[in-house]
């Protein structure tokens, strides 16, 4: 699924981005927000194998609440200056598209 290997690439993005943190962060917004990258594909990927719409859907929901959180993260971290604005606008336009990508899907179940 193409929405996947989006949710699964911005993941990657993600891991990367906090590779910088603090120390201090590590059990704080470092583990935080890549839970909430890696729960995204995680939900896609387990909604794909479900077999009722009822089922995908929820799991689709619930990646779409994931990528809004890791959003959240994302904006927390460049307003303490953890990361740079335009690397942070760049992955904020990328988690839009994979909304749209979701909520796509998401209609096409009912």
Do not use: C
Request: no cysteine.
């Amino acid at each position: 699924m193409n929405v996947w290997q989006k949710a699964n690439e911005l993941s990657y993005k993600v891991f990367e981005l906090t590779k910088l943190l603090p120390r201090s962060e590590d059990y704080g917004l470092t583990s935080q927000i890549r839970r909430s990258a890696n729960s995204i594909a995680a939900n896609i990927a387990e909604g794909f194998g479900r077999n009722t719409r009822k089922d995908k859907r929820n799991f689709y929901i619930v990646a779409r609440g994931s990528a809004f959180e890791t959003q959240s993260h994302l904006l927390y971290g460049q307003k303490v200056k953890y990361f740079d604005e335009q690397i942070v606008d760049k992955l904020i336009e990328a988690y839009d598209d994979l909304f749209h990508q979701l909520n796509k899907i998401m209609k096409s179940l009912g």
